[in-house]
């Protein structure tokens, strides 16, 4: 048995920051849930779809066990709303049976276990760059509106961002139109470029609460 204490508020919060990007329509009944992996105080929150992964973390946390468990978020979500912000004690069985103890009651959870739950890519040699989010934000909502809305297109979904030495370009196609955002940064001073996956343009406003 594994057992954590955390604030109504912090749960709530990181639960609704990775579901965003949980899709309706999965055909891995496994991502359909969020994956708590509980390590040496921290407990990391991670959920994906098929084409990206959502991850977030709250640190410090007093805990008597490592473990990790699938949960379902949707119904969860939902009931810690209705709580007064409070702490929380999370069990953990070995069997992945999770309860979340508040002040009066608790709430019963089916876990799953995190075998099938897919890996995250190693990313080790993989460039990093720094975009303030609100830069980013504003370059995806002024060229998504270009953007295809047909799923069975997914790279015309997205939005490309090409980042070189003090430049930042945002473009989105459906085929027939065509956006371009030029951006002056000076503090680019990498080279590179790649997709960014929106699906369509409700995917957009949820990306928007999603980054911090």
Known sequence: MTTISISKSELLNRLQSVSKIISPKNTLPIIDNILLNIQDGTV???ATDTQGRINTSIDGILTDNNISVCIEPKLLIEALKTLP???LA???DDKFSTTIKYKGGKFELVGISPEGFP?????????????????LLNGIEKTILCAST???RPIMTSVYLSI???????????GH???????RDESMTEKISFALPLKNRNHSKRFHQTIR
């Open 44 to 46: 990391k929150f991670s």
């Open 85 to 87: 912000e409070q702490p």
């Open 90 to 92: 999370i069990s953990i």
């Open 119 to 135: 890996k995250e890519k190693d990313v080790t040699n993989a460039k990093s760059i720094s975009i303030p989010s609100k830069v």
């Open 150 to 152: 047909d799923d069975l």
């Open 164 to 174: 070189a030495e003090e430049q930042i370009n945002f473009v989105a196609s459906d």
């Open 177 to 183: 139109k065509l956006a371009l955002l030029e951006i």
